[in-house]
Nanobody
């Protein structure tokens, strides 16, 4: 069964940088759009950004555009979320997700994604 496994994240100070890696179990990764979401306790899962299946173009939420970068390496079955200029408000759990099938659409809703990583905590101190 197709699976996503996350690693990375952790702690940083305001203005610092962190990254999260999302490793897929097999080559199906290349067919899927790669989304990133984040969730605070008691709140809905929030869209962070998404990368098209081919790893060429991405869209980002306004709150992270210019600070976060999504990458997708289909040959290595790896996606990543690189986070710069971190703020205390970025302190939440981050999830990678895979969905769609060679779609040209950008999925911003969590229910569009069929496969999810286990989540990674990011903590930014002021």
């Amino acid at each position: 069964q197709f699976q996503l496994t996350q690693s990375g994240g952790g702690q940083a100070q305001t203005g610092g940088s962190l990254s999260i890696t999302c490793r897929a179990s097999d080559s199906s990764f290349g067919r899927f759009e790669l989304g990133w979401f984040r969730e605070a306790p008691g709140k809905e899962r929030e869209f962070v950004g998404t990368m098209k299946w081919n790893g060429q173009t991405a869209q980002y939420a306004d709150s992270v555009r210019g600070r976060f970068t999504i990458g997708k390496d289909n040959n290595a079955y790896i996606g990543y979320l690189s986070m710069d200029n971190l703020k205390p408000d970025d302190t939440v759990t981050y999830y990678c997700a895979a969905g769609g099938y060679y779609t040209d659409l950008y999925y911003r809703r969590a229910e569009k994604y069929a496969f999810w990583g286990q989540g990674t905590q990011v903590t930014v101190s002021s």
